[in-house]
Nanobody, 124 residues
Framework: QVQLVESGGGSVQAGGSLRLSCAVSGDAFSTYCAAGWFRQAPGKEREGVAV???????RYADSVKGRFTISQDNAKNTLYLQMNSLKPEDTAMYYC?????????????????WGQGTQVTVSS
């Protein structure tokens, strides 16, 4: 059984940084092609932030390019999201997702496994 547990969320001022971590139990990394981070703000749909393939290829939403970096430590079965130069519009619940057989996809329904989410709040 695959379980995903996020950590690292919190409250920061605009311009600050946070690093999210997602510990993955089970074999989601080796079995599927992609894993990634999504976010959902109140009243908005869940959107893809950054995804990474099993070969290390990455894809980012235009809104976070140059500010966020996704990485994966296969030895630790952990997914990371380094977030720099945070903006108030980055405020959302951030979710870790894994288990997509479609590589580099930002379509949420393609991901089989989800974490419980971690809140990120950026104040101006």
């Amino acid at each position: 059984q695959v379980q995903l547990v996020e950590s690292g969320g919190g409250s920061v001022q605009a311009g600050g940084s946070l690093r999210l971590s997602c510990a993955v139990s089970g074999d989601a990394f080796s079995t599927y092609c992609a894993a990634g981070w999504f976010r959902q703000a109140p009243g908005k749909e869940r959107e893809g932030v950054a995804v990474i393939d099993s070969d290390g290829s990455t894809r980012y939403a235009d809104s976070v390019k140059g500010r966020f970096t996704i990485s994966q430590d296969n030895a630790k079965n952990t997914l990371y999201l380094q977030m720099n130069s945070l903006k108030p519009e980055d405020t959302a619940m951030y979710y870790c997702a894994a288990g997509s057989s479609l590589c580099l996809t930002m379509i949420a329904r393609r991901y089989r496994y989800w974490g419980q989410g971690t809140q990120v709040t950026v104040s101006s």
